[in-house]
């Protein structure tokens, strides 16, 4: 494709959250954050393993499909990118075309629908996803019940206390005082918007999201930066686990 007929693509399929380098054409030079996700890459692209050859990987929410590029180049037998949104897999789709990988696939499908693919992923990327859903807990257990094999690179945006602390495993029912410390594991619920966004539903602190990885069973291997966790496949979901779709008789 000519730098023409790429920058008029990128029109018709504006506007982009992605800011995306395409042959020269940048897809959202505005950005409110910046060149995003090029800025977040730069700083965790360390903990994520460079030599990907002969592994599968799932990107879910994949939006333009700047991660799903990157674990291409990268060296990923096979990359499943997915998201929801129609706009998005038609940016991504180009992007794709123009970066010229051909080992990715594009899926629409909702991460409460993922047991549905009946494929478990070496390397799956979970970024900027999670505060979107309405029932962020349950999209946790399902990922990692049907999907992740081994590891996870996963970001949430977090608000409240950053500092990261591991709590008693039981308190008696006099003890209230706990949950008033600012580190203690907290979900906030948007009820409307935040930062003009109706999808923003929910805004964990660091030690909530923390102990919802664990909760769902993964192991914590690197914290490069507070909104950013590399993790491993290393447990069960805690309680009845993932309760979506209905689990049969024989289950």
Known sequence: MTSEEIERRVRELGPWFHDLDLNGVRTAPQHFLGSYPVGLWEVIKHVVPEDLRGKTVIDLGCNAGFFSIEMSRRGASRVLAVDYDERYLDQARLAIEVAGATNIELRKLSVYDVAGLGERFDFAVFMGVFYHLRHPLLALDLVREHLVKDLMLFESMCRGSTR??????????????????????????????????????????????????????????????????????AGIPAGEGAVHPARGGGR
Do not use: Q
């Open 164 to 233: 990261s602390r591991r709590y008693a495993d039981d308190y008696p029912f006099e003890e209230r005082d706990v949950f008033d410390e600012p580190a203690f594991p907290k979900m906030h619920f948007i009820e409307n918007k935040y930062a003009d966004d109706e999808t923003n539903w929910w805004a964990p602190n660091v030690s909530g999201m923390e102990a919802m990885l664990r909760s769902s069973g993964f192991e914590l291997l690197h914290h490069p930066i507070p909104e950013v966790w590399l993790c491993r496949a």
